[in-house]
């Protein structure tokens, strides 16, 4: 599909400075469908405006000012991006729902469990799309596996085991000035989840995500391994899915050597597959009776979702940035009514049951409760 002209799109957050706000903006205007007109990038008027000169758009302040200002333009946006810490991503999606806009947030949907169900009653009264970058499931590769396993190609499934291993926070960086680590392990900022709010929801939505079932109960053993550090920034979490799967999530952000290892392991009667993020354009599909298969992005043999996901031919890598793009553009493509798959960018339902895996993971682990029953699974 291709729009008669693209989407237009405010950003809030990720100016000078940000990691994830320029991949926002690359990855939105990639495919044609979308384009940044604005922003409020940064709390600094000042950034804020440097940011804009630097995009060639418009800057404003605060997300007050440019909710205000892009109303009364016939040229206004359409679609705001949230890109700042987590304790701004209610007030702020709300706001720009109540002002008639569609809402992309980065992940987790908001601090709290309480937010989260808050902004579903405000999703649910705005008639306006609401969309949230868990990335992991714009990779070609993740889609073509949720397919087979969609497909019953593994048989019933009897095991999934989710990791998200980082070494980036080994040392105390919070106070060593760097910026990045400083919020995250925030509790005022970050909410009640260290690790677990930043890349255990990750892994926990890729696993309900790929495995077709949503986790039922939990037994967490969280912990804040760097001392002084008041968040955890390790976590071992056991889970039972709704139709008797048993699965394992390990996330940490201690593993002094590891950079981003996010890898999913499903195991069915027939088979399992193997998916990891530092090999994204491959799929290892495993079999009790027969040879292995690596299957490759771009290959002919590839599924439509897998080759809707897919920008080049096999051998050509894509990463980070196209899997960011394949969730803008079915959500560009859903807001025009075309031919996108809604279905596939996660949304306020996954904020809720991301933020229920959340506190339900710390309140077990600190209580010493064992196994506990997930609760908020409903949006």
């Not at 992005?297 to 897998?306: E, K, Y």
Request: with cysteine; proline share 5%; glycine share 14%.
């Amino acid at each position: 599909m291709t729009a008669a002209r693209p989407l237009r799109l405010a950003m809030v957050g990720g100016g000078p400075g940000a990691f994830i706000g320029p991949v926002h903006r690359m990855a939105a205007e990639l495919d044609g469908r979308i384009r940044l007109v604005a922003g409020a990038f940064s709390r600094d008027p000042a950034r804020s405006a440097a940011a804009g000169e630097a995009w060639g758009v418009r800057s404003y302040p605060d997300l007050a000012a440019l909710l205000a200002a892009e109303a009364g333009r016939a040229d206004g946006a359409e679609l705001v991006a949230i890109v700042t810490p987590n304790h701004l991503h209610f007030e702020q999606a709300a706001a720009a729902l109540k002002a008639g806009l569609h809402v992309m947030s980065d992940k987790p949907a908001t601090r709290d469990l309480a937010e989260a169900r808050a902004l579903a009653d405000v999703v649910a009264a705005s008639g306006r799309l609401y969309g949230l970058t868990y990335v992991y499931t714009g990779y070609p590769m993740v889609r073509e596996a949720r397919e087979i396993v969609r497909r019953g190609d593994l048989g019933p499934v009897r095991k999934i085991v989710a990791e998200y291993a980082q070494g980036w926070l080994s040392r105390p960086l919070e106070r060593e000035g760097d910026k990045q680590a400083d919020w995250r392990t925030d509790p005022a900022r970050a909410g009640v989840g260290g690790c677990i709010g930043d890349i255990g929801v990750h892994a926990f939505n890729l696993a309900e995500f790929v495995g077709g079932a949503p986790v039922t109960r939990l037994c967490a053993d969280l912990a804040a391994v760097v001392p002084g550090r008041a968040l955890d920034d390790d976590c071992n979490v056991l889970l039972r899915f709704e139709g008797g799967a048993r699965g394992v999530l390990i996330a940490s952000q201690i593993c002094a050597g590891a950079r981003n290892g996010l890898k999913l392991q499903v195991y069915g009667e027939r088979g399992g597959l193997i998916w990891s993020h530092e090999r994204p354009n491959e799929l290892v599909v495993d079999w009790l009776e027969g040879p292995t298969q690596v299957l490759h992005a771009g290959s002919g043999h590839m599924g439509p979702v897998a080759r809707a996901a897919t920008r080049l031919p096999a051998g050509h890598p894509e990463g980070f940035v196209e899997a960011f793009a394949n969730l803008y553009r079915d959500f560009a493509d859903a807001i025009l009514g075309g031919s996108g798959d809604a279905g596939l960018v996660p949304g306020i339902k996954a904020g809720v049951r991301g933020m229920a895996f959340v506190e339900t993971a710390v309140a077990a682990s600190r209580d010493g409760a064992g196994w506990v029953d997930l609760e908020g699974q409903g949006a």
